[in-house]
């Protein structure tokens, strides 16, 4: 697979170029321009305040990504996007334009983070988050939200209780670590018009499916727990689990199901 590559072009706005209200009654010499960029296959629009008289960005303020083919982030995909999370460094200056801001919730931050495609809807996909072996150090039973999942078939995992690592392939143009966790309890929504990175790697059918039944498993844990805060001392209210195969220490689990399932392969179109 080939390096990523990017290429950037800034052109003017058209005459009726839509803008927010904060960007209203600007100098005579600023304006707003639209700048392409293509990372990666990825033809992204970004709108940027431009200062003629210097002849630079003074900062962007909206993009889009304009060409992702939601084909190529099949099932089991690796991609590489944008995660947010609130901005809790203490140290950074409040007006520091590295990071986003909100009026009401406060400081945002961002950074790129791989994910596993596991379902797509009209506008994007789900996707679970994977984690590196640091990130991932943290109370037991914070643990055993994740799933270890790697490069290497001899590596046992941390996560016991899932069974074996499940098995990915990675494109080393991208440094994803070789064991990573993939975070269950919180699959994120990846709009098509974000900027997304779609060859990073993916994971073949069988462990896709064994993904999708320990997600399964963690998600009835979590429906049964929350049926159980409404039980009360005369009643126990009860959310019945589906049948999910029951993941062994140490043993990679394979059924007619997975057998089937990794058998089948998806080409980029």
């Given at each position: 697979?080939?390096?990523?590559?990017?290429?950037?072009?800034?052109?003017?706005?058209?005459?009726?170029?839509?803008?927010?209200r904060?960007?209203?009654?600007?100098?005579?010499?600023?304006?707003?321009?639209?700048?392409?960029?293509?990372?990666?296959?990825?033809?992204?629009?970004?709108?940027?305040?431009?200062?003629?008289?210097?002849?630079?960005?003074i900062?962007?303020?909206?993009?889009?990504?304009?060409?992702?083919?939601?084909?190529?982030l099949?099932?089991?995909?690796?991609?590489?996007?944008?995660?947010?999370?609130?901005?809790?460094?203490?140290?950074?200056?409040?007006?520091?334009?590295?990071?986003?801001?909100t009026?009401?919730?406060?400081?945002?931050?961002?950074?790129?983070?791989?994910?596993?495609?596991?379902?797509?809807?009209?506008?994007g996909?789900?996707?679970?988050?994977?984690?590196?072996?640091?990130?991932?150090?943290?109370?037991?039973?914070?643990?055993?939200?994740?799933?270890?999942?790697?490069?290497?078939a001899?590596?046992?995992?941390?996560?016991?209780?899932?069974g074996?690592?499940?098995?990915?392939?990675?494109?080393?143009?991208?440094?994803?670590?070789?064991?990573?966790?993939?975070?269950?309890?919180?699959?994120h929504?990846?709009?098509?018009f974000?900027?997304i990175?779609?060859?990073?790697?993916?994971?073949?059918?069988g462990?896709?499916?064994?993904?999708?039944?320990?997600?399964?498993?963690k998600?009835?844990?979590?429906?049964?727990?929350?049926?159980?805060?409404?039980?009360?001392?005369?009643?126990?209210?009860?959310y019945?689990?589906q049948?999910?195969?029951?993941?062994?220490?140490?043993?990679?689990?394979?059924?007619?199901?997975?057998?089937?399932?990794?058998?089948?392969?998806?080409?980029?179109?």
């Open positions: 697979m080939a390096a990523p590559t990017a290429t950037t072009e800034t052109v003017p706005p058209e005459p009726e170029f839509r803008r927010s904060r960007l209203q009654n600007l100098p005579p010499h600023q304006d707003v321009r639209v700048q392409e960029q293509t990372l990666n296959g990825v033809k992204i629009e970004r709108h940027v305040l431009y200062d003629n008289e210097r002849k630079n960005v900062r962007p303020y909206a993009e889009k990504a304009l060409n992702v083919n939601l084909e190529n099949h099932p089991g995909r690796i991609i590489k996007v944008v995660d947010a999370y609130p901005q809790t460094n203490l140290e950074v200056h409040p007006l520091d334009r590295d990071i986003g801001h009026k009401l919730a406060g400081a945002i931050g961002a950074k790129f983070r791989y994910m596993i495609v596991v379902w797509r809807t009209f506008n996909v789900a996707a679970v988050p994977l984690y590196t072996l640091k990130e991932a150090q943290m109370h037991e039973d914070r643990i055993n939200e994740f799933v270890s999942i790697t490069t290497n001899t590596w046992q995992g941390n996560t016991p209780w899932a074996m690592p499940l098995l990915m392939k990675t494109n080393q143009a991208y440094q994803l670590e070789p064991n990573c966790y993939a975070d269950l309890s919180r699959p929504w990846v709009s098509k974000e900027k990175i779609d060859d990073v790697g993916h994971i073949d059918g462990e896709f499916s064994k993904l999708i039944d320990l997600l399964e498993v998600e009835m844990e979590y429906r049964i727990g929350a049926f159980d805060r409404f039980s009360t001392a005369t009643m126990t209210e009860l019945e689990p049948e999910a195969h029951v993941p062994k220490p140490k043993v990679r689990h394979r059924d007619d199901k997975t057998a089937r399932m990794e058998k089948i392969r998806f080409t980029r179109v």
